[in-house]
């Protein structure tokens, strides 16, 4: 057997050639575009766009509903990103559309499938019907409404056991101890994941959320593969585990479905990986971003308190005022037009849907957060179409029964301390949120 070194070592020129096609390339372009002060480019690599990318945002909607440079198109408009989103004519063409098709099959031989990411196919998020249907069919099952309603109870639970064990600490990071803990917990449950893999699983996604950018560095890439690796062979092991000892949850379900639905093991870990990334790596987000937003407008969470059933739509205010998903990418699948704009095929656009959330023509004074919003819930936070998010609905109780349990147990909670955001451009959420309470023990 190869000393993992070694593995390593054989596996550079491989992992070398992944990134140039899927990464490297694209960089360099769009270093160059932003050199040049494109505004697409600038808004794909600026640091400071990362942090702040609302301005940009309102600069893109001063020029027009689709803008374009030399490689792509974007837009933050709604109208054209809800049409895009539901468009057959366009797909997610394998998160390498933009590709030529000879680089894209090279693509395709170079990965190592113990390295596949969540937009790498066959993850769901990466392929497009009739393929997609086949997968999601079988996902779906344990996302409908009915499912999730019946879970408020067990979210509850979680939430009240993470806050107990706060209980006497004034000061602690809400991401670490609470935010990030809630859904992990719960999408662990659905998957069938042991208590003691949660804390390890945690660190591995945080590393690899890197991978849903555009345009990585080679060693940001490299960190992401470690963290991939690691989590492919731990998942191949928690598939061996359910196939021997099968239990309710959904993972186990795939594993023993017969016939046509059979998921190969590629298939199989590439959805099972996104549902468990997915379940945890965005929720994180958007109940940090809730904290942060109430701790800027004291009277609103007052309000909140005041009227717990308002949490619901708050929830839906924060997805629309901070999307934890800011953005996603689209080609065109064959020859199309949208708001007046000829799209030829293989041709992508960037759909800003932090950007869409804060259209004036759906959403009045859009800048402003307003928890009592009439249409919050109109935002494209959770995408549309095919690829419409399957955890909407869970995410939503999550963050409501979270927000409300926190500010129950702690109504003085403030942040306190210097708040440090995530390093990712795609998902927009906290990476450290300190936080201080005069921590009331419960009873
Ligand atoms: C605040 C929390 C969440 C946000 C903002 C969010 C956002 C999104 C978005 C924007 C997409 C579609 C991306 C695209 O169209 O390219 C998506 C897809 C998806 N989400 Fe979520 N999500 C959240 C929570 C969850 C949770 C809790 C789960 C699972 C339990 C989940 C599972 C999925 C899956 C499986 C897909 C792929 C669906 C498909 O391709 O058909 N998400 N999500």
């Known amino acids: 057997m190869r000393s993992p070194d070694l593995a390593r070592a054989v596996d550079l020129p491989r992992s070398f050639t992944a990134w140039a096609l899927a990464h490297g390339l694209q960089r360099s372009l769009i270093q160059r575009g932003a050199r040049k002060g494109d505004l697409i480019s600038r808004m794909v690599m600026d640091p400071a766009l990362r942090l702040d990318p609302f301005p940009a945002y309102e600069e893109l909607r001063g020029r027009g509903v689709i ?130 893999d949660r804390g390890r699983l945690l660190a591995l996604g945080n590393e690899a959320a890197v991978t849903l950018d555009p345009g990585l560095s080679w060693r940001q890439f490299r960190r992401a593969e470690v963290a991939l690796r690691e989590m492919h062979t731990w998942f191949r092991g928690h598939v061996e585990r359910l196939r021997e000892d099968p239990g309710d949850d959904l993972i186990s379900q795939l594993i023993l479905l017969d016939g046509p639905d059979r998921l190969d093991p590629v298939e199989l870990h590439q959805v099972g990986l996104l549902v468990l990334a997915a379940g945890f790596e965005t929720t994180v987000n958007l109940i940090g971003n809730a904290v942060a937003m109430l701790d800027g407008h004291p009277d609103q969470l007052r309000f909140l308190q005041e009227n717990p059933d308002g949490w619901g739509n708050a929830v839906d205010e924060v997805l629309r005022h901070q999307s934890p998903v800011q953005l996603t990418l689209r080609i065109a699948l064959r020859r199309t037009e949208v708001a007046g704009k000829v799209f030829e095929p293989g041709h992508g656009i960037l759909l800003y849907l932090g950007g869409a959330n804060r259209d004036p023509a759906v959403f009045a004074n859009p800048a402003a957060f307003d928890v009592t919003r009439a249409n919050a819930d109109q935002h494209l936070a959770f995408s549309a179409g095919v690829h419409f998010c399957l955890g909407a609905s869970l995410a939503r109780l999550e963050a409501a029964v979270a927000l409300r349990a926190l500010y129950e147990r702690h109504p003085d909670l403030h942040v306190a301390g210097r708040a440090e955001r995530r390093g990712t451009r795609v998902l927009r959420g906290f990476e450290r949120l300190p936080v201080r309470t005069t921590a009331r023990v419960p009873g």
């Not at 031989?109 to 249907?133: E, F, N, Q, R, Y």
């Not at 997968?135 to 993470?162: E, P, W």
């Open 67 to 196: 803008s374009a440079n030399d490689l792509i198109s974007a837009s933050v408009d709604h109208a054209v990103c809800n049409e895009v989103l539901r468009s057959d004519a366009f797909g997610t063409a394998g998160g390498q559309g933009e590709l030529p098709k000879p680089l894209q099959w090279l693509h395709h031989k170079v990965i190592d499938p113990d390295t596949l990411g969540p937009v790498d196919p066959p993850s769901m998020l990466a392929v497009d019907p009739p393929l997609h249907t086949r997968y999601r069919k079988q996902v779906a099952r344990a996302f409908t409404a009915r499912k999730v309603g019946r879970m408020g109870d067990r979210v509850s639970d979680v939430a009240g056991d993470l806050l107990d064990d706060l209980a006497g600490v004034e000061d602690f990071d809400l991401v670490e101890r609470y935010a990030s803990q809630l859904p992990v917990t719960v999408i662990a449950d659905l998957l069938g994941v042991p208590e003691h």
